[in-house]
């Protein structure tokens, strides 16, 4: 009976996150994925994107100025490296809770239309030695595009804008970790949720100096998770009549982890991975499917997955136990 309550109030938080969420339309603009190139049309689009998902350098900055950041009180400040048509997009701003040590940081990726940061996880680990950074991911927080309801620019069916907006927020990131690091922080890890997943999931598989990557509610193919997840019903509804999941599979081949395995597997990197067994947002044979391709490429995550939602894994007991093997994995 509990568990049937449970899935009646994840489709309640579902459905609340339905309101005012506006249909955008399907648009390849391929100018945003791909600056500079012309691509004809999806064909073109789709073999470009698997070109740009074997190239390491896809999710390098074209010109990079590390020392623009200013520091004041709790914030970081500096510009993207990504010019967007969004002005206030182009700046990140990134709250920072000192433990006052250098020896770890850590840098949090928040969920798809997040709408505040996450104090609670920021004092818990500041208070045992990690100095978090909780950074703001494209469109959203004081990024957001004005007039908009939640973050649609951030993940779309504008295919060209989800890659340029993906790629932003894995550059902002690798960009603020580059300065952690000559700030004198010695383990950086990483932590993403949901969406956030992908990014720092990403950022994991490309940076080195990513020592640890914990993972919640991921799986591999951002394609997949927006054409069945409960979430994005409103961005499948534009895609379908314009593309099928094959080459939806294509086009964001940037964006899906198992094209990234066998960099996620090297030595160095720890993974950890909080999975919900009843998600209908991020499908569990999705992120079994990652588990799998992790493990052939010879990684070995530590892997919590716990019997409830996407949305009730912020209730109690389930978010207890994500936080105490997240800590067991940080510290």
């Known amino acids: 009976m509990y568990l049937s309550w449970l899935d009646r109030w994840d489709e309640q938080r579902a459905n609340r996150g339905e309101d005012g969420k506006a249909t955008g339309s399907f648009a390849l603009d391929a100018k945003l994925a791909f600056p500079g190139e012309r691509i004809g049309g999806i064909r073109e689009f789709c073999a470009r994107a698997e070109q740009a998902s074997a190239d390491p350098t896809f999710f390098e900055e074209r010109e990079s100025a590390d020392h623009d950041f200013e520091v004041s009180d709790d914030w970081i400040r500096f510009p993207s490296g990504t010019v967007t048509d969004v002005a206030e997009n182009n700046i990140v701003l990134a709250k920072i809770?000192?433990?006052?040590?250098?020896?770890?940081?850590?840098?949090?990726?928040?969920?798809?239309?997040a709408r505040t940061r996450n104090a609670q996880i920021a004092g818990f680990f500041s208070r045992r030695g990690i100095t978090v950074v909780e950074i703001a991911m494209p469109y959203h927080f004081e990024r957001s595009r004005p007039g908009s309801l939640h973050a649609d620019y951030m993940l779309s069916a504008n295919l060209g804008r989800t890659i340029q907006a993906v790629r932003q927020a894995v550059c902002d990131g690798r960009k603020l970790i580059r300065w952690l690091k000559s700030e004198g922080y010695r383990e950086i890890s990483v932590l993403g949720m949901s969406l956030g997943s992908w990014v720092a999931g990403l950022i994991a598989s490309l940076d080195q100096n990513v020592s640890k990557a914990s993972l919640f509610l991921t799986s591999g193919s951002l394609a997949d998770m927006v054409w069945t997840g409960r979430a994005t019903r409103s961005i499948r509804n534009s895609l379908e009549p314009e593309i099928e999941l094959v080459d939806l599979r294509r086009a964001w081949s940037p964006l899906n982890l198992e094209n990234y395995v066998h960099r996620l597997a090297r030595p160095d990197l720890n993974l950890h991975m909080v999975l919900a067994k009843r998600d209908t947002v991020v499908l569990p044979e999705l992120s079994e499917s990652l588990l799998r391709s992790l493990?052939?490429?010879?990684?070995?995550?530590?892997?919590?997955?716990?019997?409830?939602?996407?949305?009730?894994?912020?209730?109690?007991?389930?978010?207890?136990?994500?936080?105490?093997?997240?800590?067991r994995f940080l510290t």
């Open 295 to 327: 493990k052939n490429a010879g990684s070995r995550p530590q892997t919590l997955r716990l019997n409830c939602g996407h949305y009730s894994l912020g209730k109690l007991p389930y978010i207890l136990y994500a936080g105490l093997s997240l800590k």
């Open 97 to 113: 809770t000192k433990s006052g040590s250098l020896d770890k940081a850590l840098v949090l990726f928040h969920h798809w239309k």
